[in-house]
């Protein structure tokens, strides 16, 4: 057995046994296996400049990117 074919029989185990793995069977009956994923928040990188008392500064933080109240104060503050 390969390298690889070991880790990704490893990395399928660990999954099955936390009950994050499920069988699905295609249209054809082949069956394959599909791991539950978790939701990660999509963030994006954003910069932008802010006025400070000791001159301008760079912020640079990740918004979320489904958020649209802030989508519009990307580069500016009001």
Request: glycine fraction near 0%.
């Given at each position: 057995m390969s390298e690889d074919t070991q880790r990704g029989l490893n990395r399928a185990y660990k999954h099955w046994k936390q009950g994050r793995i499920r069988v699905m069977k295609k249209?054809?009956?082949?069956?394959?296996?599909?791991?539950?994923?978790?939701?990660?928040?999509?963030l994006i990188p954003t910069s932008k400049l802010v006025l400070t008392n000791e001159g301008f500064k760079v912020q640079n933080k990740p918004i979320n990117r489904h958020d649209y109240k802030n989508f519009g104060?990307?580069?500016?503050?009001?």
């Open positions: 249209h054809t009956n082949e069956t394959y296996p599909d791991y539950r994923k978790e939701a990660v928040q999509p104060n990307i580069l500016c503050e009001d």
